[in-house]
Nanobody, 114 residues
């Protein structure tokens, strides 16, 4: 019903500040909670940031203070602002619904070089 498309990744130097985007095909962010996840090769997918339908946010300890999740309901888009990137942040980043996840999309690759 609702398609999610991630973008904004790429090859970034350590300390870089990319912003990832999650665009939805329909207006839904005012009624659902969203999360940004990441998965590195050989590791399980993990939730790194979440935002509720009313705007409350939560972060994994590994990214707290460095990443910021936000939304623009008018643009049907959720963002992940990434600061002070480390090589350990290298992964494919995905967005999805928190309670009832949809099929995982393509994600966007973030590769951090030193």
């Amino acid at each position: 019903q609702v398609q999610l498309v991630e973008s904004g990744g790429g090859l970034v130097q350590a300390g870089g500040t990319p912003r990832l985007s999650c665009a939805a095909s329909r207006s839904i962010f005012n009624i659902v909670s969203m999360g940004w996840y990441r998965q590195a090769p050989g590791k399980q997918r993990e939730l790194v940031a979440a935002i509720t339908s009313v705007g409350s946010t939560n972060y994994a300890d590994s990214v707290k203070g460095r990443f910021t999740i936000s939304r623009d309901t008018a643009k049907n888009t959720v963002y992940l602002q990434m600061n002070s990137l480390k090589t350990e942040d290298t992964a494919v980043y995905y967005c999805n619904f928190l309670q009832y996840p949809a099929d995982w999309g393509q994600g966007t690759q973030v590769t951090v070089s030193s």
